[in-house]
């Protein structure tokens, strides 16, 4: 540690990519509650043990009759009993089982070691996507699996992961030979096994059997639905930092990771409030506490309930648009560029929501960080991204500062009074967000 390079970026991005690599290293928790935050939920700790027991033992592998409904088949129920038996216990798969590795420039000759690799991690890897690259590739460094795909036109990443996976047939899964089934059975197995919708939480565990109401298990759901941990790493991230560093460059840490999590909002500011007086309660630098407190009074000022930051920007035609002028309709705010690779990426998901408020009055208005008014124009045409289109300027100056915004993607639902709904951790579970206005229009 040194405390001398205190304040460089270089030496903060050091300190993260060096913790992060050993929290990858990190067993996976098979509970419930040290993947997802669930203190919002004020749950009792039996139920807690029980939510966590249930997840361990159907949620990451549920079974075969939870995924598919094996009744379309007509199996008699001791053949689909059998079934869900040979499928629970079946051979676990390698990542050359599941990812497509000649796809990745991966010799044959590599594949036996990066099916170490999964193994030894967890089975489990990473995926990133950057506009640098031209063609997916795979990085084994320090021995964690990273997928890196690049960021291609019209594609979101759900798309460009399906170009990559290979697709298992459950009859290459699972021995289905001794279930003395027709081929147009075992066929139509396949067919159900491979067009199945992922499963909400209630439907992999029984929550009614905890006495859970149905308020509560709408609300797990709601938090299981993120295709990440609702729990990011800052807090894993946190708690090894006390571990590994101490003295100043514990405390400058420490302080960086909370106004960055304060920053960037999410589904986590409860959980990180809590590290936040933890932090307190021990620094012995004010100046650290000082930056941090004005991070929280930032990210206070947007969360819901607040009213939403007023703006006045130019639209495409020249003319000033207002957030105040959509006073009675449901504003969905999108900050992007024509040059960030995710923003492109969410494109299908914004399109969706669209379509599926196409009679809501809801408004999406997009404000570009873009620079060159003609990269945006390009853009906009390039991706027939509709709504309403304005230019919010620089990083750190108007529209930007006002909404805290440090990164993007980056979107804010606004009800019809102009109150902040919520800072949406993402556009991909459109059916929560449609669920959202709906509320916010007094339809539900």
Known sequence: MDEKAIGMDTYKIY??????????????????????????LVLREETVAGLDALYARYGWHPKLSKMIRLGASDLPKPV????????????????????????????????????????????????????????????????????????EEGTDMEGQLKSI????????????????????????????????????????????????????????????AIKKRSISALPHRIDLAEKKLKGRVLYWFLAGELIRSFEYGGENFELVRRKWRDFRATNPYPEYNAAVQ???????????????PDFTLTDLDGQPVS???????????????SWCGPCIGNLPYIRELKKKTTDLPVVFVNLSLDSSD???????????????????????????????????????????????????????????????????????
């Open 374 to 444: 003609a990269a945006w124009r390009k853009a906009i045409d390039k991706h027939g991204i509709k709504g309403v289109h304005v230019r919010s300027g620089v990083w750190g100056s108007g529209t930007t500062s006002a909404y805290n915004v440090r990164a993007i993607p980056a979107y804010f639902l606004v009800d019809p009074q102009g109150i902040i709904v919520e800072r949406l951790s993402g556009v991909r579970d459109t059916d929560a967000i449609v669920a959202k206005i709906l509320k916010s229009l007094g339809s539900v």
């Open 165 to 224: 996976r290979k697709t298992q047939k459950l009859s290459e899964m699972v021995d289905l030979s001794e279930l003395d089934q027709t081929p147009e059975v075992v066929a139509h197995l396949d067919s159900l096994y491979e067009n199945r919708q992922p499963l909400k939480l209630s439907q992999k565990l029984d929550l009614v059997g905890l006495g859970l109401p149905q308020a509560v298990q709408a609300k797990l759901d709601s938090i299981y």
């Open 80 to 151: 689909a009993d059998r079934l869900d038996s040979l499928y629970d216990n079946r051979s676990s798969s390698t990542l050359s089982d599941i990812i497509d590795l000649p796809k990745l420039g991966v010799p044959q000759a590599a594949h036996a070691r990066l099916d170490y690799l999964y193994e030894k991690s967890g089975r489990s890897y990473r995926i990133t996507t950057s506009s640098k690259l031209k063609k997916p590739e795979i990085d084994t460094t320090g021995g964690s699996l990273v997928i890196r795909l690049p960021v």
């Open 323 to 337: 957030l105040s002028q959509f006073r009675g309709k449901v504003v969905l705010l999108d900050f992007w560029a």
């Open 15 to 40: 300190l993260i990519r060096t913790l992060d690599l050993e929290l990858m290293r990190m067993p996976v928790s098979d509970r419930l509650s040290d993947q997802y935050d669930l203190s919002n």
């Open 294 to 308: 004005a991070a929280v009074d930032r990210a206070m000022a947007l969360r819901p309930g607040r009213p939403a």
